[in-house]
Every structure is written in structure tokens, then in C-alpha cells.
């Protein structure tokens, strides 16, 4: 079984995947930490962030094991992230590292933006998590408050429109809802309440397969 859940920054999608894959007993990528991951690299190597072929040999250097996750989650290396992954040769030298992780036996949770759309187009459910751009940059702000940062909403809420353009635009993989996905609007739901929609989705999705297979079988 493989769950994919996409959508913009900030929207909750990998909370509500973390969530999900604990209480199915699934392993989850976070996709979003190699692009941030492949970002640092070039950062530590003094490394232009848009050096294509730079980034291509971070991306393809790049283990699941590696990954400092707290050090990747500053609001810095969140906009670094975005420019690396709007670098096609990135994206296709990152494709079989998530595949790979997806054909794991039993299945995986997997959030990012292209997911449902690229990476596992098999993937079901898909579930395109959203929110207003406004509840968005609150929630940034207060995760970066959390962290100790320096927080200026304002700021936050540009950072969030600039992604949202630059990952919906980009010509390899932008960042869409997949025609057979279930959009998930969480900008008036807290952490639980979005999570049993979620986990509603899916559960729906497997009752749908079980009664397939009863359907075929008889």
C-alpha cells in the first residue's frame, strides 16, 4: 500500500503523513528532506544553489540515513530547498531514490509535491492537502517561533507566495493536484481533526480495494 500525500508549503501534509504512517505501521519519506538535504550540501561546498551539475552530484550523494533533520528545517533552508528542486536534473536524479523507498514491502507513506503525480502514480490513496496561504504562513511562523527563530509573519507569508509560485510553475513536476486525488482544504481543521479526515480517506480507499478483490473473487 502506498499513501500519497502532496500539496503546498506549510499546509500539514507531512504532520498528517507522519501521523498516518504510525498508526498504519508504515515507513515515511519526508521528500521534501532531500531536496532540503541536496540544498545544505551545496551550501557546505560553497556551492552556487542554481549550479545545476553541483546539484545533480549532492542529489545522486544523498542517503535516507544522512539527514540532520533538525538542521534542515530552518526557514533558510526551506527557500534554498525550492530553488534546488525547481532543477530538473535534480528532480530526475532523486525519482528512483523515492521509488526505491516506495516498493518497499508492504508499502510507505510518502509526502511531497509530485508524489502522487511522478513519483507514484500508482499510489492510492492520493491525498492533495491544502490550506489558505494565510493559515499557511501562521503555521510557518509558529514552527520557526517554536524553533527559537526570529519571526516576522510578514516575511513568512511572502516566503510562503514565492514557493507556491515557484513550485507550481517550474516546467518539470509542478506542483498540481493528480486527477484521481482527494483534496483535503485543512485551513479551519486543528491536527486531529485533520488527521481523521485523512485517515477517513484512506480507510474509504481500502474498503473500495477489499470489496474489489470480493468482487473479482466471486
Known amino acids: 500500500m502506498i499513501i500519497a500525500l502532496d500539496g503546498p508549503a506549510a499546509s500539514g501534509k507531512g504532520t498528517l503523513a507522519r501521523r498516518l504512517a504510525r ?5 515515511h519519506l519526508d521528500s521534501g528532506l532531500l531536496y532540503r538535504a541536496t540544498a545544505q550540501a551545496l551550501i557546505e561546498q560553497g556551492c552556487d544553489l542554481a549550479d545545476s551539475a553541483a546539484a545533480v552530484k549532492a542529489a545522486r550523494g544523498l542517503a535516507l540515513t544522512d539527514f540532520d533533520e533538525a538542521a534542515l528545517r530552518g526557514r533558510d533552508m526551506a527557500e534554498a530547498a525550492s ?16 521509488r526505491g523507498f516506495a516498493a518497499r514491502p508492504g508499502g510507505a507513506v510518502l509526502d511531497g509535491r509530485d508524489i502522487g503525480t511522478v513519483i507514484c502514480p500508482e499510489a492510492s490513496p492520493k491525498i492533495f492537502v491544502t490550506a489558505s496561504v494565510e493559515a499557511r504562513a501562521m503555521r510557518r511562523a509558529l514552527e520557526l517561533k517554536g524553533r527559537g527563530e526570529a519571526v516576522d509573519y510578514a516575511c513568512v507569508l511572502e516566503d510562503i ?32 481533526a485533520a488527521f481523521e479526515a485523512a485517515l477517513a480517506i484512506v480507510n474509504s480507499t481500502l474498503e473500495d480495494k477489499r470489496n474489489l478483490v470480493a468482487r473479482s473473487a466471486g
Open 161 to 192: 507566495r514565492k514557493r507556491d509560485e515557484r513550485d507550481s510553475s517550474r516546467a518539470v513536476a509542478p506542483l498540481k493536484v493528480a486527477a484521481d486525488a482527494f483534496v483535503l482544504d485543512t485551513t479551519k481543521l486543528d491536527v486531529e
Open 23 to 27: 498508526h498504519m505501521g508504515l515507513p
Open 83 to 98: 530553488v534546488v528542486a525547481a532543477i530538473p536534473e535534480v528532480r530526475t536524479a532523486l525519482i528512483d531514490l523515492q
